[in-house]
T-cell receptor, first 111, second 116 residues
Framework: QKEVEQNSGPLSVPEGAIASLNCTYS??????FFWYRQYSGKSPELIMS????GDKEDGRFTAQLNKASQYVSLLIRDSQPSDSATYLC???????????FGKGTTLSVSS | GAVVSQHPSWVICKSGTSVKIECRSL??????MFWYRQFPKQSLMLMAT?????????EQGVEKDKFLINHASLTLSTLTVTSAHPEDSSFYIC????????????FGNGTRLTVT
């Protein structure tokens, strides 16, 4: 059974702080990793993709992947109230197949 | 970027009736589409993989006779919830990717189904 684990939170940070979200996955052969943001009542939107070990930065977002530890993280710098949402970690274990999602971490950014 | 359109956005139906949800890839061809379901405060659960021109592949525990999937063209997949019951009330979301590899999925806006 392929699993993706996330701390459900809520994670509360003040505006301007760094939010750190973590995810672990069970299948060592997984190939690609994604972070989606989901606002209440809406469908997920892609914010980061990462395919190889190391860091990938895009604006205020940095994704980190450590395949040896089967660990993916997302850092959000200068957090804004508009970042308040549920963040879903998703893993693709085989090309062409569906993504497996974690349960999501709810982030709350207070102004 | 890839655009996936889903219709309707919300639907209310009576118990025992059927509801059809459409999922279209607007600017690309999708040989495979994925249907997810999300209950309140839970994550996305894969229901089935829709393959153009062939039968869908259903996940364990998903009744194929209840959730009919048709993928008749490279840009359209439909999910029909037959004989809907209140426990089928959920958020149904379709998705597709631009290639057959490991690129991200692009999601439709979802359909909120309420069965009364």
């Amino acid at each position: 059974q392929k699993e993706v684990e996330q701390n459900s939170g809520p994670l509360s940070v003040p505006e301007g702080a760094i939010a750190s979200l973590n995810c672990t996955y069970s299948d060592r052969g997984s190939q690609s990793f994604f972070w989606y943001r989901q606002y209440s009542g809406k469908s997920p939107e892609l914010i980061m993709s990462i395919y190889s070990n190391g860091d990938k930065e895009d604006g205020r977002f940095t994704a980190q992947l450590n395949k040896a530890s089967q660990y993916v993280s997302l850092l959000i710098r200068d957090s804004q109230p508009s970042d308040s949402a549920t963040y879903l970690c998703a893993v693709n274990w085989q090309a062409g197949t569906a993504l497996i999602f974690g349960k999501g971490t709810t982030l709350s950014v207070s102004s | 970027g890839a655009v996936v359109s889903q219709h309707p956005s919300w639907v209310i139906c009576k118990s025992g009736t059927s509801v059809k949800i459409e999922c279209r890839s607007l600017d690309f061809q999708a040989t495979t589409m994925f249907w997810y379901r999300q209950f309140p405060k839970q994550s996305l659960m894969l229901m089935a993989t829709s393959n153009e021109g062939s039968k869908a592949t259903y996940e364990q525990g998903v009744e194929k006779d209840k959730f009919l999937i048709n993928h008749a063209s490279l840009t359209l997949s439909t999910l029909t919830v037959t004989s809907a019951h209140p426990e089928d009330s959920s958020f149904y979301i379709c998705s597709a990717r631009l290639d057959r590899g490991s690129s991200p999925l692009h999601f439709g806006n979802g359909t909120r189904l309420t069965v009364t």
